[in-house]
């Protein structure tokens, strides 16, 4: 499947979602989708995103590690993911995705009974503002690459 359907399934969900054990299913598939994504440009993306995209997958796993969702793996959306697209495209998306998230764990944070669930949900609200910053990062160097200027550290050259 499409990484925009993805994205839009997601976003959709976890707009749908009420009860804060449903809320964090729906982060964790988010962390999922950005693990799966970062995967995918990290082997098949521009060259100049492959750092940032392996830190995403690296960041998206370590996001759906602290949270405590109980999935079959038939029930993982980003395990259906085909195709990318345009990478800027996806990126937008995902990034307003993340930043959902971030939203979505504050709410479920600010209403834990438990100790525990909110420490879990700052723990993730860290996870998905890192990855939100690798997308941005990322986007950061597709404009940079489409206006056709060296990349800063590039062109420092050497001492």
Do not use: F, K
Not at 4 to 25: F, G, K
Not at 90 to 118: N, S, T
């Amino acid at each position: 499947m499409n990484a925009m359907r993805l994205i839009e399934a997601n976003r959709h969900a976890l707009a749908q979602s009420q009860d804060p054990a449903d809320i964090v299913v729906e982060v964790w598939q988010s962390q999922a989708l950005a693990q799966a994504i970062g995967s995918r440009l990290a082997v098949a993306g521009p060259p100049e995103l492959r750092g940032e995209a392996l830190g995403l997958s690296e960041v998206g796993g370590r996001g759906c590690g602290v949270l405590d969702a109980h999935l079959g793996a038939e029930e993982i959306r980003a395990a259906r993911l085909t195709e990318t697209g345009d990478a800027q495209e996806v990126l937008l998306a995902l990034g307003r995705l993340l930043g959902e998230v971030g939203i979505a764990l504050v709410a479920v944070a600010m209403g834990a009974a438990e100790e525990g669930v909110y420490w879990q949900c700052m723990e993730a609200i860290d996870a998905a503002d890192e990855s939100r910053d690798r997308v941005l990062e990322m986007l950061r160097r597709l404009a940079v690459r489409e206006q056709g200027l060296p990349e800063p550290d590039s062109a420092a050259g050497p001492s």
